[in-house]
């Protein structure tokens, strides 16, 4: 059920730090993230993966927050420095990039997530923090974090993790969790083979978010127990949670159902936009006539670098020579000129130029797309441009040719693809 008042701010959140684990590639999306870490990648027409973990922490409370970065980062980096820089220090506020810099020693860059968080330990004994929250990056929703560590704190816990149900079939690529009636964990699985479901729910497992609470004190304690450990990966799922429960610490589960906000006909909203299917949907949704997620709520905003580019334009109106877009999102600086844009997303700063015809696209920012070009399932990533008269998204073995076309038949294409030079800090 919504929730009247979504925020949950006290003197919880502000004595806790978050730091989130942004240093992932995200393989699974391909070509989209040769050249940028997967928090980084573009969603949603003007946003970035990262804005959403970001926004659920300013909008949570928690104004002191690290973000750790490793793979491929520039653009993250500057996308954080550009449009999260608005904090202010005086007050104790403030988002930190923490690259990989081998503070431990000089061989290691991040082994894990658990020795991400070790390698920053000094950073953090200086903040002093009462809680540390730890994030994934790399996923879209909305959620109060403050009403997580406040169950945190009724529990009595040592540690607290957010969860989901998740189908069976898909549970294999999560952590897997058993609990008891009051919600303590008694079984951890990171990515089993054979997901074991929830007792009253037989084609449902319940499964980690990734995202976790620690009393700060009993992290920093087993941080340093993991780092000693010469069999460890130095994971969180695949080691540090298994050895709590193992050795009986208090670990509890926080349904994301309590925690997430929405509004009062819209559905819990979490997405890992982790395949290019996946991703090509999530964006689509977005120009549903009710998509799942509300971008225009504005009790709980997502905030992002926001780029000064005039407003979107549409020209021409005579027959074969229309400017138009029907069921889309079309962000600034775009401008479509006597071309016709059906159920698409188009990101800041794409020109579509006469007789171009576009649907079911994704097309991020700065694309330019060629006089009487047909773009049908496709994401178009930053930078391209399209040669007029282009047909992609028709013919899937010509696609397969030249760009990458997944099992669903979206067509993924990069600069590279069409041979055309572009910056690799996208």
């Not at 003197?11 to 940028?36: H, M, Y």
């Not at 503070?103 to 009462?130: F, M």
Request: aromatic residues 10%; contains cysteine.
């Amino acid at each position: 059920m919504a929730k009247e008042y979504p925020r949950f701010v006290s003197l919880l959140t502000k004595n806790t730090v978050a730091l989130i684990l942004a240093g992932g590639r995200g393989s699974r999306l391909k070509q989209l993230t040769d050249w940028r870490a997967k928090p980084a990648v573009p969603f949603g027409g003007k946003f970035r993966i990262i804005d959403f973990p970001l926004s659920n922490c300013m909008n949570s409370g928690i104004r002191r927050i690290g973000v750790v970065t490793q793979y491929k980062a520039h653009s993250l980096i500057k996308h954080v420095q550009r449009g999260w820089g608005f904090l202010r220090g005086e007050f104790n506020e403030f988002v930190e990039l923490m690259p990989a810099q081998q503070r431990v020693d000089e061989d290691s860059w991040y082994k894990g997530t658990a020795d991400a968080v070790y390698q920053n330990l000094d950073i953090l004994r200086v903040y002093k923090p009462e809680f540390v929250l730890l994030l994934a990056g790399d996923h879209v929703y909305k959620m109060d974090y403050g009403e997580m560590i406040a169950n945190h704190v009724r529990n009595e816990a040592d540690m607290t993790v957010a969860c989901i149900e998740v189908p069976i079939k898909d549970a294999s690529a999560f952590g897997v969790m058993a609990t008891a009636p009051d919600g303590r964990v008694v079984e951890f699985t990171e990515k089993p083979k054979q997901p074991a479901p929830m007792p009253d729910k037989p084609d449902v497992a319940l499964c980690s978010m990734g995202i976790y609470v620690f009393n700060a004190a009993f992290l920093f304690e087993q941080l340093v127990r993991d780092a000693d450990d010469p069999r460890s990966e130095h994971d969180f799922g695949k080691n540090v949670i298994p050895h709590l429960i193992e050795a009986g610490y208090r670990v509890y589960a926080q349904s994301f159902n309590e925690s997430c906000v929405h509004g009062e006909n819209e559905p819990p909203y979490w997405r890992d936009v982790g395949t290019v299917d996946a991703y090509w949907e999530a964006n689509l949704d977005l120009a549903n006539i009710t998509p799942d997620l509300n971008l225009y709520d504005k009790a709980w905003p997502i905030w992002t670098y926001q780029e000064q580019l005039p407003p979107a334009k549409f020209v021409f109106d005579e027959d074969h020579r229309r400017g138009m877009a029907v069921d889309s999102m079309v962000s600034g600086g775009c401008i479509i000129s006597g071309a016709s844009v059906k159920h698409s997303v188009l990101f800041s700063n794409v020109h579509v130029s006469e007789g171009a015809f576009l649907e079911e696209a994704v097309v991020l920012p700065d694309v330019r797309i060629g006089a009487g070009t047909v773009l049908k399932r496709v994401v178009i990533d930053k930078g391209c441009k399209i040669p007029p008269g282009t047909t992609i998204g028709v013919n899937r073995a010509e696609d397969e040719k030249h760009y990458h076309v997944t099992e669903r038949g979206v067509t993924l294409v990069t600069p590279e693809m069409l041979g055309q030079a572009f910056h690799h800090f996208r």
